[in-house]
C-alpha cells in the first residue's frame, strides 16, 4: 500500500461564487475519484484535499505504483484542470489519515473512515484498539552504494551487512516488486543498532527497487502476548510494497505460562510473515542473547530463507585501529589517552562502545589540547555525578524512623537511574534493564509515603520529569467487560507518565473467578512497563508473601523487576519514636514517664497479625489526645495551663481491647 500526497500548480485558478458553488465541486471531485477507482478495479483511490488561489492539493491511496501516472493524469482531465509543476511525495499512514478528515470537512470526500475500510485500513485506524504498537517510518535521502558502505564499517558491520550491501546493488532493477528471494534477521544487543542496521538495508534495497515504497511500518513485542492476528494481518496488509521492521525483544523465560505466550506471539508474527512474504520484506531484529528464541524463530519459519546480520566484536588491536581511524578523520592526532579503555582487554568491544569511548576521549581532548583555556571545567555528567542527592523529599526519607534497608535501596537506586541517565547513548552493551520496583511489608510499614516521596526525590534530582505518585489499585485497573481492561491500564500509564505509578496489592488483579480480567491486566502492564521504561517508575506493594507468589505465578513480570525492597515491621522502640514525633507534629511532647508503658503495648500488639505498624502508632497518639482532653476538663479549666496542655501523660494512653486482651494479669 502506497499513500502520496501530490500538490499541483494550476494554470487557472479555481474560484466559487459562494458556498453552494464550492459543494458542487467538492461533491463532483467525489464522483470523478470514485469513477477512476471503480475503472482501476478498487487499487487506487485519488481525492482532493484542499483547493487554494493557484494550487491545489490531492491524495492517493494506491495498491500498485505503476497506476499512480495515468490515474493522476485522468483525474486532472475529468476535473478539467490544467496542471503545471506537480510535486508527488509519499506519505505515511497517520499522515493520510489527517489529510482524509481534512477532505471530509471540506465534502470532498463522503465518509474518511468508509474509505479506510475499503483498503482494508481500518484496523490500525486505532493504533491501540487491537493490541498492536507499531511505528511508522519513511526512508530519508537516497545514499549511494559507497555511504552505506562507509556508514556499515562505522558500525563495524562489514562481515555481514557490507556484503549483502554489495549483493543487492548487483541485481538489475525490476519494473515490479513481486517476490522477496531473501528476508533477514539482524542482531544486536542495541535496540538503536538494530534500527540503523534495518534502515541502511532498506535504503540499499529501495534504491534497487527491492522494494518499492520509503515507507515501513516497526513493532517492538517484548513478549507481552497482546499481538492479535487481525492487527497483525491489517499492518502487513498497509505495508505492501514496502517493509515490516519486527523487533522482539522479550525475555527469555523458563518453561511455563510466558514461555507459551512467547511461543504464541512468534508463532502468529511467523505467519504472518509468510502469507505476506512475496507483498512485503520482513526483517527480524533480535536482542545477540536471545538464542532460544532465535531457535524458535527457526522452527516456525520453514521455507523461507534468512540472511542474519550482525555486528562484530573486535579486540584490542582492532579496537585501537578503530579509534585511531575516527580521530584522524577529525584532523587529530591520537595519543595514549585515547586507548586507554581498550588497552591490555582481553574482552570484545562493539562500536557502540568504542564510540562511546571516543566521545569521551574528544570531549578531554578538545579542553586540555585544543582549548586549554577550559581545561579546568567539567562536564556536565561529572559534576552530576559528583552532586549529593537534594530536596525536601530526601531529606524527610532520611529523617524517618527505622527503615535503614529500604533507604540503602534507595540510595542504590537513585545512583543506579543517575548512571543510566549519564551513560553514553551507544555506551550500553546489553539493553537497558527495566528501572521498576516491589514493597513487600505490612501494612503500616510506610510503603506508600516512601513511594510518594521516592517520587518526589527523582523529580528533585532530574531523573523522572514529573514528581506525581498515581495510586491504583485493581478496580481502577481491571475493566467492566472483556476487552476494556487492556484500555484501562494504558490510560492509568498515562496519567503516570513522568512519574512513578503505584500498584497496590498487586496480587489482587488475579481474584477473578476465571482470571481473564486479571491476565489481560497483567500482559497490559507488563507491555506498558516496557514501552515507559525510560520515563515512568511503577511500584507494585503488598504482603511479603502474597507478592512472592503473584511474582512466582508471573515470572515475565519479575523479570522486569530491578529492585525489591522489604519493609519490615517496625520494633517496639521504633514505634515509641514514630508516636513521639506524630505528637510532635501536633505540637504536643510524650511525658518521659510514658516511654515504657508505650514500648510495652507495642510489644503486646506485635503478637496481633496486621497490627498497624505505624498506623496503630497514630491510632493511639490520637485516641490519647482524646483521652488528655477528658482528664484536663475534669481538672477545673484554673489548673489547666499551657505546660499541661502540651504533654501527653502515661494515664492518657491505653491500649485498644484486641491489645489489652493479651496483656498478662497476675502470675
Not at 476 to 481: M, T
Amino acid at each position: 500500500m502506497l499513500f502520496y500526497k501530490v500538490t499541483a500548480d494550476v494554470e487557472r485558478a479555481v474560484c466559487f461564487q459562494d458556498h453552494r458553488e464550492r459543494q458542487e465541486y467538492a461533491f463532483s471531485s467525489q464522483q470523478k475519484g470514485e469513477m477512476i477507482y471503480q475503472q482501476c478495479d478498487r487499487n487506487i483511490f485519488l481525492f482532493l484535499s484542499s483547493v487554494g488561489d493557484g494550487r491545489i492539493t490531492a491524495g492517493v491511496i494506491v495498491r500498485e505504483r505503476e497506476l499512480l501516472s495515468t490515474a493522476l493524469s485522468q483525474f486532472w482531465q475529468a476535473m478539467g484542470l490544467q496542471v503545471g509543476h506537480c510535486r508527488v511525495e509519499e506519505i505515511t499512514l497517520k499522515a493520510m489519515r489527517a489529510m482524509l478528515a481534512m477532505a471530509e470537512r471540506g465534502d470532498y470526500v463522503a465518509d474518511d473512515g468508509e474509505v479506510l475500510e475499503h483498503f482494508g485500513l481500518e484496523e490500525l485506524a486505532d493504533r491501540f484498539r487491537r493490541g498492536l504498537y507499531f511505528c511508522e517510518h519513511l526512508l530519508r535521502e537516497e545514499k549511494g552504494k559507497a555511504q552505506l558502505l562507509r556508514m556499515s564499517a562505522e558500525m563495524l558491520c562489514e562481515g555481514t551487512l557490507s556484503p549483502e550491501i554489495e549483493r543487492i546493488f548487483q541485481g538489475a532493477a525490476r519494473d515490479c516488486a513481486w517476490g522477496h528471494p531473501v528476508h533477514y534477521l539482524v542482531q544486536s544487543d542495541r535496540q538503536k543498532t538494530r534500527e540503523r542496521m534495518a534502515e541502511i538495508l532498506l535504503t540499499a534495497l529501495h534504491q534497487n527497487d527491492r522494494i518499492f515504497s520509503r515507507r515501513y511500518c516497526s513493532v517492538v513485542e517484548s513478549g507481552s502476548g497482546l499481538l492479535q492476528e487481525s492487527a497483525l494481518q491489517a499492518l502487513y496488509d498497509s505495508c505492501e510494497g514496502g517493509a515490516v521492521v519486527i523487533d522482539y525483544s522479550a525475555e527469555e523465560e523458563e518453561e511455563g505460562e510466558y514461555a507459551r505466550i512467547g511461543a504464541g506471539n512468534i508463532d502468529r508474527l511467523c505467519r504472518a510473515m509468510q502469507a505476506h512474504k512475496d507483498r512485503v520484506l520482513t526483517i527480524f531484529c533480535l536482542p545477540r542473547s536471545r538464542s532460544r528464541i532465535k531457535e524458535t524463530f527457526w522452527h516456525h519459519l520453514g521455507n523461507c530463507t534468512l540472511v542474519e546480520l550482525n555486528e562484530e566484536v573486535v579486540f584490542e588491536n582492532r579496537a585501537k585501529a578503530y579509534l585511531r581511524e575516527r580521530a584522524k578523520a577529525l584532523g587529530l592526532a591520537p595519543d595514549r589517552r585515547l586507548y586507554r579503555a581498550v588497552n591490555g582487554s582481553q574482552k570484545g568491544f562493539l562500536a557502540d562502545e568504542l564510540n562511546a569511548a571516543f566521545d569521551s576521549w574528544l570531549d578531554d581532548h578538545l579542553k586540555k589540547v585544543v582549548y586549554p583555556q577550559y581545561s579546568g571545567r567539567s562536564s556536565i555528567s561529572q559534576s552530576v555525578a559528583k552532586a549529593k542527592a537534594k530536596g525536601g523529599a530526601y531529606r524527610e526519607l532520611r529523617q524517618m524512623v527505622g527503615l535503614q534497608e529500604v533507604k540503602t535501596v534507595v540510595e542504590q537506586a537513585l545512583a543506579y537511574y543517575k548512571v543510566q541517565k549519564l551513560r553514553p547513548r551507544g555506551g550500553e552493551r546489553v539493553e537497558r534493564p527495566s528501572m521498576h520496583m516491589a514493597f513487600l511489608g505490612n501494612p503500616g510499614t510506610a510503603k506508600t509515603t516512601v513511594a510518594r516521596l521516592f517520587a518526589s526525590i527523582m523529580k528533585d534530582n532530574g531523573l523522572l520529569p514529573r514528581g506525581t505518585l498515581h495510586e491504583v489499585g485493581r478496580g481502577d485497573l481491571v475493566g467492566k467487560y472483556v476487552g476494556w481492561t487492556a484500555q484501562v491500564v494504558r490510560d492509568a500509564f498515562q496519567e503516570a507518565k513522568g512519574g512513578v505509578l503505584f500498584i497496590d496489592e498487586a496480587y489482587s488483579l488475579l481474584d477473578d473467578k476465571d482470571g481473564l480480567y486479571g491476565d489481560e491486566a497483567i500482559n497490559t502492564i507488563v507491555q506498558e512497563m516496557e514501552n515507559h521504561r525510560s520515563d515512568t517508575v511503577v511500584i507494585f506493594a503488598g504482603y511479603p508473601e502474597k507478592m512472592e507468589a503473584f511474582l512466582q505465578r508471573n515470572p515475565g513480570l519479575r523479570s522486569r523487576i530491578a529492585f525489591h525492597l522489604p519493609f519490615a515491621d517496625y520494633t517496639p522502640e521504633e514505634l515509641w519514636e514514630i508516636a513521639r514525633q506524630i505528637a510532635q507534629k501536633k505540637g504536643l511532647q510524650i511525658a518521659p514517664a510514658a516511654r515504657e508503658k508505650l514500648t510495652s503495648i507495642f510489644a503486646n500488639a506485635k503478637e496481633i497479625a496486621d497490627f498497624g505498624n505505624g498506623r496503630f502508632a497514630r491510632n493511639l497518639v490520637e485516641r490519647a489526645v482524646i483521652s488528655q482532653s477528658s482528664r484536663l476538663m475534669k481538672m477545673g479549666l484554673e489548673q489547666i495551663s499551657p505546660e499541661r496542655l502540651a504533654v501527653l501523660e502515661p494515664e492518657d494512653f491505653s491500649p485498644p481491647p484486641s491489645v489489652r486482651a493479651r496483656v498478662k494479669i497476675g502470675f
